[in-house]
């Protein structure tokens, strides 16, 4: 790609739309490499992750895991007196992080040599943009242009959705106190990561998932165990079920649902809606720079450019993997092609995805059924935490390490995990993905004992049919679905 060089003060080689997780990184990368670089955002920097996901979302979780922490401190013989679990503290605790952390993310932009203008942008022609803020207006033109816009909750179709106490993820942030009741619409990651934390701090929730599981984007089996969790701690569930309609009520909110074709009715303070993201590409001004949408999404090839080649579009908005550390990944193969190095394409396969509940949830590659549908001839290796030594040790026993192996290659095509640290122990999943690694790789790994990680190590060796931990059964293999 020709890059030119910069030299009028209202233009730039590289700008980024969005300071979010896609476009923050993008800008750090091509600064790096010596271009031009402006960063503009209508928000605060970091975007939904930092200020309205992903951190203010773990700090309230990381809270609810101290409570249940502290509950099951005495079968250590440790008495937590006088227990009191106080949500607008925990907020309070949120705000500090947060707000900690875009003073980092400002002053690590600043010492990049990265630029920040605070607007709302829309393109003008394909090498030109009109920004708005409250410092005024001004017309950019730049050599390439990374689209990193994000995305914002869905609405739910039905009546009474737009009741003052039905709220969505953003509204869930703004809370100062976990409401007394709840339906959680939706048991998807933001859904039933929602639950975990409201149930924590006495709330009683309801989840209404409309497939056959919970996380359905999971494992069934992933889904139906964390179902079995939520319900031994109060947590009322129902999948294959749809909302209807939302009403008021004398005490509340009624949400009319049905389950198995049985309408019920439950009355609750604050219904959230997390039923899905839609990517923010209104008012962009796509059509004037000659970007194609389709249905919503801003189209791009494997290496993020749109239908304009100097034109990239990055995380959420390209709906290839609405994560943000995949829109981190993205965003630094845009840059790196910008700066015209030679990334690797962008493979959404490669792309671990961590839910944060108790237990933990991660994955990665595909699924069993994924597999069968393509044709590919798989084994299967499972490990249950009951059988390892660290989760026993710290009392927390509950899931397992699923495997799934390319039946003659034994190349590792996909890891599922429920269970105590799930979401660090992907890392080593997405290594031996990306690096096209074999059973034999991972059994052969010498793993620190005691620890978690062993279980992967042993659903290796249980696909392997030499398990050492679990009584020996012969793994599931599939045979090659006929062409």
């Known amino acids: ?20 997780p896609g476009g923050y990184p993008a800008a750090i990368r091509c600064a790096q490499r010596g271009l031009r670089t402006l960063l503009v955002e209508r928000g605060h920097l970091g975007g939904i992750c930092l200020n309205a996901g992903c951190i203010p979302s773990k700090s309230m979780l990381y809270g609810a895991g101290l409570i249940a922490l502290a509950q099951r401190a005495r079968d250590w013989g440790v008495t937590v007196d006088a227990q009191h679990a106080d949500y607008g503290q925990a907020v309070e605790q949120r705000e500090r992080t947060v ?21 709302s942008a829309r393109l003008t022609d394909a090498h030109k943009l009109h920004i708005a803020g409250a410092d005024g207006e001004a017309a950019v033109a730049f050599d390439n242009l990374i689209l990193a816009t994000g995305s914002h909750p869905v609405r739910l179709p039905v009546p009474g959705a737009d009741l003052p106490n039905v709220i969505d993820s953003d509204g869930a942030l703004r809370l100062t106190a976990a409401p007394p009741r709840a339906v959680v619409i939706g048991g998807g990651a933001v859904g039933v990561e929602w639950a975990e934390i409201w149930r924590a701090y006495g709330s009683e929730v309801t ?7 919970l996380v359905p984007t999971e494992e069934p089996e992933i889904g139906r165990e964390l179902a079995r969790s939520f319900n031994r701690r109060g947590i009322t569930c129902h999948v294959a079920s749809r909302v209807a309609a939302i009403r008021e009520a004398a005490d509340g909110v009624a949400v009319e649902f049905s389950v198995g074709g049985e309408a019920r009715t439950v009355t ?32 791009t090839d494997a290496y993020l450019r749109t239908s304009v080649p100097h034109i990239f579009a990055v995380g959420d908005v390209n709906g290839r993997s609405l994560l943000a550390h ?16 030679d990334p690797a394409p962008f493979d959404a396969r490669e792309v671990p995805g961590a839910i944060f509940t108790h237990p933990e949830i ?54 599922s995990i429920i269970g105590p640290g799930a979401a660090d122990l992907i890392a080593t999943a997405s290594l031996a993905i990306h690096l096209h690694a074999r059973l034999e790789d991972l059994a052969h790994t010498i793993h620190v004992h005691p620890t978690w990680s062993e279980a992967l190590l042993e659903a290796a060796w249980a696909a392997l049919d030499s398990p050492v931990h679990v009584p020996r059964r012969r793994p599931r293999v599939s045979e090659r679905t006929p062409a």
């Open 1 to 20: 790609m020709i890059i030119r060089v910069a030299s009028e003060p209202n233009s730039y080689q590289v700008v980024v739309l969005g300071a979010g």
């Open 99 to 119: 707000d900690a952390m875009r003073r980092s993310l400002t002053t690590l932009l600043r010492e990049n040599g990265v630029e920040i203008r605070a607007g």
């Open 207 to 213: 989840v209404i998932e409309a497939l056959p599981t």
């Open 268 to 299: 609750v303070d604050t219904v959230l809606v997390a039923v899905g993201r839609r990517p923010n590409v209104a008012d962009l001004g796509l059509g004037a720079g000659g970007v194609a949408v389709d249905r919503g999404v801003i189209q």
């Open 326 to 341: 995949s829109a981190t990944h993205q965003g630094l193969i845009a840059a790196e092609m910008i700066a015209g190095r």
């Open 362 to 415: 991660a994955s990665i590659g595909i699924r069993e059924a994924e597999a069968t549908q393509e044709g590919l001839p798989v084994r299967i290796g499972r490990f249950p935490f009951a059988a390892n030594a660290r989760a026993t040790t710290s009392g927390d026993t509950v899931g397992y390490v699923k495997v799934v192996a390319h039946a003659e290659s034994h190349e590792v095509l996909g890891v």
